[in-house]
T-cell receptor, first 115, second 113 residues
Framework: DQQVKQNSPSLSVQEGRISILNCDYT??????FLWYKKYPAEGPTFLIS?????DKNEDGRFTVFLNKSAKHLSLHIVPSQPGDSAVYFC??????????????FGKGTKLSVIP | ETGVTQTPRHLVMGMTNKKSLKCEQH?????MYWYKQSAKKPLELMFV???????ENNSVPSRFSPECPNSSHLFLHLHTLQPEDSALYLC????????????FGDGTRLSIL
């Protein structure tokens, strides 16, 4: 069973408006959450993260919100730009031993920003 | 120079071939990872190395054999693969702390004939 779920495979937003991408998780042992962005033919690129002790982290146009009680996080992009069109992956981090951490990924949401 | 470099970018091989995927990181990280991305599925963690020691093996078939000769290099040796092994194989590295993000290479697109 998937521990990290992105229930919307795709999202279309008009340029200048807000994009909201959602992610749900089931494992309460996750202590760090990350969003990655992926363009075709490239590897995922780290975008923004949030610790489980926080409920909000902001970086420029990107804000991540965490609701621990609901096991839900969201990524807000405002204003959305055509260059933001990509696949966005939600990931959750857990300790896997010997100083390394394991990421569990969702299936991704393809965002299309329409000019 | 990019932080995590994977070669080759594309690989086509028969089921009886032996080939290797290479990953190199120039970020001074001490943990390296192999992931598999199949169509319509999330990225699946295959192997984790920390300080050149394997710390995770997520029930990966033995036809995939990782090797980490030093903290900058990671290999994935392939032997007698099946058509369902066709996928994008991604390498990543990190400082090995939960708050530090993993940095990914651009992947090797593998096709098994």
């Amino acid at each position: 069973d998937q521990q990290v779920k992105q229930n919307s495979p795709s999202l279309s937003v008009q340029e200048g408006r807000i994009s909201i991408l959602n992610c749900d998780y089931t494992n309460s042992m996750f202590d760090y959450f990350l969003w990655y962005k992926k363009y075709p033919a490239e590897g995922p690129t780290f975008l923004i993260s949030i610790s489980s002790i926080k409920d909000k982290n902001e970086d420029g146009r990107f804000t991540v919100f965490l609701n621990k009680s609901a096991k839900h996080l969201s990524l807000h992009i405002v204003p959305s730009q055509p260059g933001d069109s990509a696949v966005y992956f939600c990931a959750a981090s857990s300790y896997s031993g010997a100083g390394s951490y394991q990421l569990t990924f969702g299936k991704g949401t393809k965002l299309s920003v329409i000019p | 120079e990019t932080g995590v470099t994977q070669t080759p970018r594309h690989l086509v091989m028969g089921m009886t071939n032996k080939k290797s995927l290479k990953c190199e990181q120039h970020l001074g990280h001490n943990a390296m990872y192999w992931y598999k991305q199949s169509a319509k599925k999330p990225l699946e963690l295959m192997f984790v190395y920390s300080l050149e020691e394997r710390v995770e093996n997520n029930s990966v078939p033995s036809r995939f054999s990782p090797e980490c000769p030093n903290s900058s290099h990671l290999f994935l040796h392939l032997h007698t693969l099946q058509p369902e092994d066709s996928a994008l194989y991604l390498c990543a590295s990190s400082h090995g702390q939960g708050s530090q993000p993993q940095h990914f290479g651009d992947g090797t697109r593998l096709s098994i004939l």
